[in-house]
């Protein structure tokens, strides 16, 4: 839910996984690679040069130029805040970074990202427009890292041993950064300083969360591209991948034609399993030899068209790996120029997975691993949170069929979900969870919270689209891929992108205010 992801993002391509069980989710999981430097500190603050930018008379800092001075830091965190027997009342090393470089000290506001799927220095690489914020508006940033992602293992190399990985929640992660933001007020003397969170993706989703659980401690929230819908079982099935798919028609329908024939062609080669002539095209270490071999293929390849329409940014980005200006009219200009249809989708998904040109073949089982979100768990131990949260609240049973979208038929049912979370981590999902704990649909008696998505992002549509009341604001961004808004300022970014941060910086300036006038 990213990025992320929703959303997740390693050195190496972080790619999502294959469904068990599934015959014919970023997520590319929203996990991203760091774009700027940014330099851990110990020993005080750099000199930092602003350069800035009029927007709409509002000086705006560039953030290639803030180069903020975040220390990498540990927080003593309770390990399981709702049973008082268990465990001993131990706690964990909870990593966060910090950085008061632009702060008004014990004035200005917090401003407090709830860390999501991943290592909280990727997401803290690319948030410079929290950054910036921080520096108009003299606030202390602060970058939470998520229970079980990065290094906040609460039981180290055992913490996905069953049952020490039970104690990964979203309620428990919420928790966490409660305890974390009242305790680090008080020790920074900034009990009156409101806090306002931020989160893309899953985090964004987080970010609700916190302020709909802990409106005492939290005064607004800005959640960028976050499906809290879709995550929560509300919503059609097929439309995530039909989303993916409208990106590419937007940019020429003939390359939506073009990717369905493929699949459908490397489909029928299948059946009549011609599997060295699949192996030839699409340049396979191996030889597929079984059905599940066509689906870890079918599955990857379709991962890569979500990627890149996750990862549609107007200007060139290494979060995984190396990812061109505007992928997706890349991806279709390859997709088009190509004389073989399967040869051409080998050429065009090798825009994800091949961005070096240095891989020879693909190693269908270690690029690709399977996992309960369609959309992709990534790799590594990060994988592994995510798979759990995607078996038990994280609701994720999205499809393709090839109808709807230009994706082989790629069923991920109920029945599915519960027969690999069962088989992986002998437990049984509880569909319905996350609508009943944090309200589905109703947010009536919610308040200052920003919902924001980019029309070219295909989590958009699974989050929340239109205002709901004057401090419940949706902005939607008709150029944005995945929580663009939250990135840094770029000279390409589209005018759209740049009215949506400027409405933000408005919006949280005014929920600052008010919070301090309740003090």
């Known amino acids: ?30 996990l991203f690679l760091g774009f700027l430097l940014l330099i851990p500190s110990v020993s005080g603050k750099t000199e930092t040069r602003l350069s800035v930018e009029k927007l709409n008379n509002e000086v705006i800092p ?12 540990y927080f003593k965190q309770i390990l399981d805040h709702f049973n008082y027997n268990s465990l001993g009342n131990g706690t964990y090393d909870q990593r966060y970074l910090i950085t008061d470089q632009y702060w008004k000290k014990g004035y200005g506001p917090i401003f407090f990202y709830t860390g999501n799927e991943g290592d909280i220095w990727e997401f803290a690489l690319n948030s410079g427009f929290i950054t910036e914020l921080a520096a108009v508006q003299g606030a202390l940033v602060i970058f939470a890292e998520h229970r079980y992602y990065g290094k ?5 190399k055992d913490s996905f041993n069953i049952p020490e990985v039970g104690l990964l929640t979203v309620e428990q992660a919420l928790a966490d950064y409660a305890v974390m933001i009242t305790e680090l007020k008080k020790e920074l003397g900034a009990q009156p300083c409101p806090v306002i969170v931020f989160g893309g993706s899953y985090g964004g989703m987080l970010s609700v969360y916190m302020r709909i659980r802990y409106p005492n401690i939290v005064a607004g929230a800005l959640a960028a591209s976050a499906p809290i819908l879709s995550t929560a079982g509300l919503g059609e099935s097929r439309q995530f991948f039909q989303d993916v798919t409208a990106d590419f028609e937007k940019v020429n329908p003939a390359c939506r034609d073009a990717v369905k024939g493929a699949f459908q062609k490397l489909n029928s080669l299948a059946q009549q399993k011609e599997y060295k002539r699949i192996q030839s095209a699409f340049s396979l270490c191996k030889t597929p030899s079984t059905p599940k071999d066509i689906d870890q293929l079918n599955g990857l390849l379709r991962n890569a068209f979500t990627m890149m329409a996750m990862l549609d940014y107007p200007y060139s980005t290494h979060f995984i790996g190396s990812m061109p200006a505007f992928p997706v009219k890349v991806a279709c200009e390859t997709m088009l120029n190509g004389s073989d249809l399967m040869v051409a989708l080998r050429d065009t998904v090798g825009i994800v997975y091949n961005s070096t040109g240095q891989l020879t073949c693909y190693d269908l089982y270690s690029l690709y691993v399977e996992c309960a979100d369609p ?10 949170a995510w798979d759990y949260q995607a078996c038990t609240e994280i609701e994720m049973c999205y499809e393709s069929n090839n109808v709807t979208d230009m994706f082989p038929p790629m069923t991920f049912t109920e029945q599915q979900r519960e027969q690999y979370c069962s088989k992986r981590w002998g437990v049984i999902p509880r569909p319905g969870w996350l609508k009943t704990q ?29 205002s709901l009341s004057s401090s419940l604001v949706a902005i939607n961004i008709p150029e944005g891929a995945h929580h663009l808004d939250l990135r840094e300022s770029n000279p390409a970014d589209p005018e759209s992108v740049i009215v949506a941060r400027k409405k933000e910086s408005e919006i949280i300036a005014q929920w600052v205010k008010a919070a301090r006038k309740k003090t």
């Open 152 to 156: 906040s293992l609460p039981f180290g």
């Open 375 to 384: 959309t992709g768990c990534g790799l590594g131990f990060d994988s592994y």
């Open 62 to 73: 560039s953030n290639t130029d803030l180069a903020a001075d975040f220390k990498e830091m």
């Open 1 to 30: 839910m990213t990025v992320n992801s929703l959303g997740r993002f390693n050195s190496t391509p972080v790619i999502s996984c294959l469904i068990y069980g599934v015959s014919g989710r970023m997520t590319a999981r929203w």
């Open 438 to 466: 944090f309200w589905g649909r109703d947010f009536s008696t919610a308040s200052n919270i920003i919902f924001s998505n980019g029309d070219l992002d295909p989590w958009a549509n699974g989050g929340i689209r239109k």
